[in-house]
């Protein structure tokens, strides 16, 4: 009797019993605006854009620029040359990108 069918067996069966409590949890909540309507991103030929009311956001361009800042808190733009983030009262970071 060969053993290694059974050792595939056995490491598929203790993948499925290790795999099952995730596959089983509840998906995490939507976000949704204080009247309870769901929040809605939008994106297009113009960019993409996503905010959690009274919230962080972030938007991108078609042109590779971006920027995403919490209310009160760090902050972050980048594009095609480099980036640059910021903590409030605290250091700035830039990177330029060769180019």
Known sequence: MKMTPLL????????????AP???A????GCY????TPCTPSAGPQGAGAE???G???QASPDGH?????PGGPWAEAGPGGGIACVP???CRTIQLPG
Request: net charge negative; hydrophobic share 50%; proline share 16%.
């Open 33 to 36: 605006n204080p009247d309870g």
């Open 66 to 70: 971006v920027s995403a800042q919490v």
């Open 56 to 58: 962080p956001g972030a």
């Open 8 to 19: 595939f067996a056995g490491a598929a069966a203790a993948g499925a019993i290790a795999l």
């Open 26 to 29: 509840e998906p995490a909540p």
């Open 89 to 91: 009262g605290g250091p």
């Open 22 to 24: 995730a596959a089983m």
């Open 52 to 54: 959690v009311p009274g």
